[in-house]
């Protein structure tokens, strides 16, 4: 078995330091690149994200990133999507317009409903209600808190591909995958032991 | 459920953080590094460093502060201060910074909300308002000041708040120049006034002195979060204590 490379993909939207930081305080080392050919030599891959939802699919496509992706999750290899990045795996999304995602999981993105004194970006910290068990949330229990900073949130066509929800103005998919594949909307490099624990997790998974 | 927000803020002059009284009489408080890590081992759930130095040299090493936190602190902050143009938010956020806050500029140039927002997104960018209450013919209004207090600029507080929404703030930091220093209370009236007018998170700012404090900010006042700087650095009250209060009174709290 080849070792362990974890590539956290660069697109060219803001700062990754923090999620290689991170992986790096837990013992595993990863390396950030915007090369395809880097990707395809990886065992596992996080796919990070900020910003806008079109720019981001645009850049993935344009750089040819999202073959390497769509690669790498054919071969069931660990993957894992941060914040944008878990919006980016679904069919489509409703930011700005009405935008194709890479369409790995079935469904699609939306905007939070505004409700009275509900305030949009749902941001800080909220609870975890843990639905499946799989190896990124082993030794999460439901009540656990991670930050969330998102206006828009994942709406997936099987409910069963949720493995955590959070509520905010009703339930929306926190946590989405299997024991190889998955994504959350929060951002584990920003939850401290929590979410640190969830990235060490990850880095864990056999490939 | 979303949890209220306790946020430490971090004055920072010359790459060393620093508390005064209503902007003045700084006194040194410590290193802005060691200080985030000792706020986020005490469980704040957020952090506010805010760039207070006038020189080009200041502005240099809060970048490399900025960049040294993201490398050793796993949690969100905002980095504010300084900030004129649509390069300097860059920066900060290439250095780690998760939001960038402006102030000043958001009054001289309007336009750099929407900048800053459409090239990072709502959720990164902040502007703080800092209003004082001043008597003009129609009475008492919130008057925005800028330039740390110094300047009026002859907006009022809650209009402004709802303009910087439209362009594109995904959070409003509302810093009372009255309360401010004084330890006597935030300014409630004014937080919930601005609370209930914008649909985004407002943080309240300015005359943290104990918990209780906090407490009314959050509750009568709506804030989704509460800034302190005083209590906190000169441990009067924990991080622990102040939430641990705030979660026996009922307030939705991450312990």
């Known amino acids: ?207 | 459920m979303l949890k209220a927000r306790i946020i430490p803020c971090l004055d920072v002059h010359e790459g060393r953080v620093v508390k005064g009284v209503n902007f003045l009489n700084l006194k040194d408080a410590g290193d802005p590094v060691k200080i985030a890590r000792r706020y986020e081992e005490q469980g704040a759930d957020e952090l506010i460093f805010l760039d207070i130095s006038a020189s080009q040299q200041g502005r240099a090493i809060m970048i490399e502060i900025v960049s040294k936190v993201s490398e050793q602190i796993f949690m969100p902050f905002t980095v504010g201060g300084g900030i004129s143009s649509l390069e300097d938010a860059t920066r900060l956020i290439q250095a780690g910074a998760e939001k960038v806050s402006i102030n000043s500029s958001a009054v001289k140039n309007p336009d750099l909300v929407n900048q800053i927002s459409e090239r990072f997104g709502k959720c990164a960018t902040v502007v703080n308002i800092d209003p004082k209450r001043v008597k003009n013919r129609h009475g008492v209004v919130w008057e925005v000041h800028i330039n740390g207090g110094r300047v009026p600029t002859g907006k009022e507080a809650v209009a402004w708040a709802c303009e910087v929404e439209s362009r594109g703030a995904g959070e409003i930091v509302l810093t009372s120049m009255d309360a401010d220093g004084t330890k006597n209370g935030y300014d409630v009236e004014m937080t919930r006034a601005v609370a209930e007018r914008v649909g985004v998170p407002v943080v309240a700012s300015g005359g943290a002195g104990c918990p209780e404090h906090l407490y009314e900010i959050l509750t009568v006042g709506k804030a989704s979060a509460a800034l302190a700087a005083s209590i906190f650095h000169y441990d009067e009250f924990g991080i622990q204590t102040t939430k641990k209060y705030l979660a026996a009174k009922g307030v939705p709290i991450r312990l």
């Open chain 1, 1 to 207: 078995m080849a070792e362990r490379n974890i590539v956290l993909v660069d697109y060219g939207m803001g700062n990754l330091r923090s999620v290689q930081k991170a992986l790096e305080k837990t013992g595993f080392p990863a390396s950030i690149s915007a090369d395809p050919q880097q990707l395809s030599e990886a065992t596992h891959v996080i796919l990070p994200g900020v910003g806008a939802f079109r720019d981001a699919i645009e850049k993935i496509t344009q750089t040819g990133l999202h073959e390497a992706l769509k690669d790498h999750w054919a071969k069931d290899k660990p993957f894992l999507g941060i914040c944008l990045g878990l919006q980016l795996l679904f069919e489509w999304s409703h930011e700005g317009g009405k935008f194709p995602g890479l369409g790995f999981f079935k469904g699609e993105v939306v905007h939070f409903t505004p409700q009275a004194e509900m305030k949009i970006p749902h941001m800080g910290w909220n609870d975890l209600q843990v639905t499946k068990n799989i190896p990124l949330l082993d030794g999460c229990p439901s009540g656990s808190s991670v930050y969330f900073v998102h206006s828009y949130f994942a709406v997936p066509e099987d409910p069963a591909l949720v493995a955590a929800w959070c509520d905010y103005g009703g339930p929306f998919a926190a946590v989405v995958g299997d024991n190889r594949r998955m994504a959350t909307q929060f951002h584990p490099e920003k939850s401290q032991r929590t979410g640190l624990e969830m990235l060490q997790r990850f880095a864990q998974i056999p490939w």
